[in-house]
């Protein structure tokens, strides 16, 4: 029988049916039963203030694909955009692990987190950004002008650990 997240409680002497949440909603939720979430673990609104991954609220000045290294920018306030290694001043900054349209406010996490929304990689390859805007590649770009910048290194195929280096524009 499949867990469907519900449970027995007595409540002032009757026993009723309730469901586990997934979210909490603060002090209401208080002695409530957390469910795990598809991946088996807490869902990320269940931990206290200061765990979990690390991450900021910008406004998109550009759709953004899951996956996206992403470029954070003054345009009448911070704005984020996808990095990208053609011209310098549009190095990675983070990146999104969901697709996001222009004009809304996106979850961009920060260094030392992973980038799960990758594919093709190999594993312990460095990553660097790319002149395709919002990916990483394998080979540092080398055209003059380019921005040479390594984001992290790939620790399987599908997952990039984020610490980018500073860019070098080639010359």
Known sequence: MANNGKYL??????????????????????GKIARLDAAGTLPVSMLPAGVGPETITITTSEALAAGDLVNIWNSTGAKV??????????????????????????????????NTSVTGKTVGAKQFLSTTPGLST????TA????????????????IVFHPLSAITVA
């Not at 394998?138 to 770009?141: K, M, Q, V």
């Open 144 to 159: 003059t002008g380019n921005v040479s910048q390594q984001i992290g290194i790939a620790h399987a195929a599908t997952a």
């Open 81 to 114: 955009r996808k990095a990208d290694a053609t011209v310098a001043g549009k190095e990675a900054h983070g990146f999104v692990l969901a697709a996001f349209s222009s004009a809304v406010a996106a979850t961009v996490y920060l260094p030392s987190q992973t």
């Open 9 to 30: 409680a007595l409540t002032a002497g009757v026993i009723t049916e309730e469901t586990a949440v997934q979210t909490s909603a603060g002090a209401g939720d208080a």
């Open 138 to 141: 394998e080979t540092a770009p």
